[in-house]
């Protein structure tokens, strides 16, 4: 394991960040996924050492994290905030880091140029941070977060005010990062860009982990909440009179097909039809072969409930 917390709680007066966390955290890309305020930051900072926990306590490594400075040479930290001072140069900053990493002078510039060449920012390196683009900045506090070669890395919001070419690549650099052996633990309240880095997720609201495991696991945690299925056919009454039968279908909605929130038909000919299922399981694995003895056919099938974000939705309410 990487992490082990045991009843970790944090409070603010009478405001609770974290409310008794018990968790196992496993090498790989672990995403930790929540709304603003559900207490990322918190459980990140107890992680990292910077607060101290009011109860219970947390392991990183295998070690004791409060007041514990060897640990900082095993961990990187990228915040979500900008910690960089706007005068340096990248290359100034970087090279800041490593001399705080306690490196000698030669190699302090080594390893600031190849931590650079890492995050593709050596062609930027000797411009002022204040001029540098959301995602530049984004990359700089990621590469003082590997200037050091930690083992294990904490990312809090890493994806923040990114274009969709900056998400991309951090998305990318950091599958690349995890392909070398190290671990990330990263924060996000975007649920599909967590979902696009990694299987593994946890899931807080309120201070509390609502979940934790795969992807998988946890869509299995919601199976008995109702599930919308968009179907595109040229028979759409005929197929609502074959499904309305089983006792797990809801509801049938005859709808226009610009309402459908997917893809354009392919076939102008057809209609849509929306229906609620409460055992989306039971109803995908009899579909097919309801089609075939029924002599219908389906264009296109598509359910927003069948995502990270339902998911998400269904475990807070």
């Given amino acids: 394991m990487i992490v082990q917390t045991e009843n ?11 409310n008794d966390i018990s968790l196992t955290i496993h090498p790989g ?48 930290y990228c915040p979500d905030i900008e910690l960089a001072y706007q005068f340096m140069s990248g290359h100034e900053f970087i090279t800041f880091f490593a001399t705080l990493s ?13 931590v650079l060449e890492t995050v593709d920012m050596l062609p930027a390196k000797d411009r002022p941070i ?33 274009d969709p070419n900056g998400r991309r690549y951090v998305l990318s650099l950091l599958k690349e990062l995890a392909d070398k052996g190290i671990s990330i633990i990263v924060s996000s309240h975007i649920l599909y860009e967590i979902e696009a880095l990694t299987e593994t997720i946890l899931l807080i609201h309120q201070g509390r982990i ?7 696991d946890i869509r299995e945690l919601i199976d008995e909440h109702p599930h919308k299925v968009y179907l595109s056919t040229d028979e759409p009454r005929r197929l609502a009179q074959v499904c309305l039968p089983f006792a797990d279908i809801l509801s049938v909605t005859f709808v226009d097909s610009s309402d459908i929130p997917s893809e354009p038909q392919e076939e102008e000919e057809s209609s849509d039809i929306i229906i609620e299922t409460a055992k989306p399981d039971a109803f995908y694995a009899r579909l097919p072969e309801l089609l075939i003895e029924n002599e219908l056919n389906v264009s296109q099938l598509y359910s927003p409930d069948d995502n990270l974000s339902s998911v998400f939705k269904y475990l807070v309410g």
Wanted: proline share 4%; glycine share 12%; net charge neutral.
């Fill in 210 to 216: 609502l979940a934790e495991g795969t992807i998988s």
């Fill in 102 to 114: 306690g490196y000698d002078e030669t190699e302090v510039e080594s390893r600031s140029l190849q």
């Fill in 130 to 162: 204040a001029s540098y683009s959301k995602g530049m900045r984004q990359r700089i506090k990621l590469a003082q977060a590997l200037v050091h070669e930690p083992e294990l890395l904490f990312l809090d919001e890493p994806l923040t005010g990114l």
């Fill in 29 to 76: 890309i672990t995403g930790l996924l929540g709304p603003n305020g559900a207490g990322k930051t918190t459980l990140i900072k107890l992680m990292t050492g910077q607060l101290k926990p009011n109860q219970g306590e947390v392991k990183v490594l295998n070690q004791t994290v409060w007041n514990n400075p060897e640990l900082t040479r095993q961990v990187g």
């Fill in 8 to 18: 970790l709680s944090k409070w603010y007066g009478e405001v609770m960040g974290v």
